[in-house]
């Protein structure tokens, strides 16, 4: 009998048994990470899957498109709907307005804009550079050096106590005239309706909401002290804060003081926790972006 068949054939068995075994070997788990450490650096982030890429920025962070060339966030279709057609109208108080309520941020804008006050010339390409041309130089500086993520002032429930759409005319006003003192606004006053709503939205006391020391600051020192003999008060004022302040404690003063200004016509603005500087400053901004966006052609 011929033994070279049969030694083939156990030759044959054995080499696919070294072969299972080295198979075996390089497939475990051990081994493929042994080979992970091995990859460069370079090339293991060329291996990261397409969605765990950090440059992959979501759709929402992206923003969408009010033109083919600029977009924004923070509004939905919607907003949008109704910024263009703010934009369309010209209407650069409404535009404002809209901006304060909303804060919505314009990417390529808002790059551009840090970009230019970075170099201080503007390449020529950029988006804005039409836009700007429409502004004052007092206007496109207000905006360069603006920070459009600093923390907003004008905030949705401040425009509200400030006369919602009217903010602009309501603060300018609020801020034109003196805090904690006592203001006599006669129903003809062009600002009374103001002051009105303001004492409504709890910015301003009315008449007998206001305390007596304060509403008898509303006289001059002569009628104050005339309100002293008239009290029979033996006492002598020079300031009339301390004049106030003593008269408040006689009873009738109520009394005398009504007979000289209706109660009703006396307000007094409250403080505000915002800066009022800064609320302006803030505002100014706005307006000068709104104008600039009055200009994109849609």
């Not at 006391?205 to 008898?216: A, F, Q, S, T």
């Amino acid at each position: 009998m011929n033994p070279v068949p049969l030694l083939i054939i156990i030759g044959t068995i054995l080499t696919l048994l070294v072969v299972q075994r080295w198979l075996i070997h390089v497939g475990s788990p051990r081994n493929k990470n042994l080979h992970k450490e091995h990859i460069p650096s370079d090339k293991a982030s060329s291996q990261t899957p397409a969605n765990t890429q950090p440059d992959r920025v979501p759709s929402h962070q992206r923003g969408q498109k009010l033109t083919k060339e600029l977009s924004v966030i923070g509004l939905d279709e919607r907003g949008i709907d109704s910024l263009k057609t703010l934009i369309g109208k010209k209407n650069i108080d409404a535009i404002t307005t809209f901006l304060a309520f909303n804060h919505p941020k314009f990417v390529e804008i808002d790059a551009c804009l840090a970009q230019q006050y970075q170099q201080k010339e503007a390449p020529p390409t950029q988006p804005t550079n039409k836009l700007l041309e429409s502004l004052t130089k007092a206007e496109c500086k207000l905006l360069m050096e603006f920070n459009p993520k600093s923390t907003r002032l004008i905030s949705r429930e401040l425009i509200s106590r400030f006369g919602g759409h009217e903010f602009n005319i309501y603060f300018s006003r609020y801020a034109a005239r003196p805090q904690s003192v006592t203001l006599h606004i006669p129903p003809f006053d062009p600002d009374r309706k103001i002051l009105e709503d303001l004492a409504k939205s709890g910015i301003a006391r009315k008449g007998r909401h206001i305390p007596l020391n304060v509403r008898l600051t509303v006289l001059k020192m002569s009628q104050l002290r005339q309100m002293a003999k008239d009290l029979n008060l033996d006492k002598k004022f020079t300031r009339k804060q301390a004049a106030a302040e003593t008269l408040a404690t006689v009873p009738g003063a109520a009394v005398l003081l009504s007979m000289q200004y209706v109660i009703n016509d006396l307000f007094m603005l409250m403080p505000i926790k915002e800066d009022i500087v800064l609320v302006k400053h803030e505002w100014s901004y706005l307006q000068a972006y709104a104008k600039m966006l009055s200009k994109l052609k849609l």
